[in-house]
């Protein structure tokens, strides 16, 4: 279903690439393979379970680790806006309820 994107006046099916680019710059980082390798690692560290309350968000396929379908969230420890990095000791497992209960601690 397509959406009236309030920003740039179009509609879309999804996120707004055009305001995505602009308003949080940051997302492109996110396509580099520096970044997917940290996220690896972030992942691997924590053998698939958030690091807040241990359930299982992120499944090895043999190749690669799989958030899909099991809520896994890379999280930024020390978020980019307060000069956080996206470094692989920077970056964290958590299930999508975890990673909501950070996000609404950090903003207070």
Do not use: F
């Not at 520096?34 to 807040?52: H, K, L, N």
């Amino acid at each position: 279903m397509k959406t009236y994107c309030p920003h740039c006046g179009t509609a879309h099916s999804g996120r707004c690439p055009r305001t995505d680019r602009t308003r949080e710059p940051w997302r492109s980082e996110y396509r580099t393979r520096e970044y997917a390798e940290a996220r690896q690692a972030a992942i691997g560290r924590s053998g698939g379970r958030c690091v807040d309350c241990g359930r299982v968000c992120a499944a090895w396929d043999g190749t690669k680790w799989r958030t899909a379908g099991l809520g896994g969230e890379v999280d930024h420890v020390t978020p980019l806006w307060a000069g956080g990095t996206s470094d692989a000791g920077n970056l964290a497992l958590r299930c999508a309820s975890c990673h909501r209960k950070a996000d609404a601690a950090r903003r207070g």
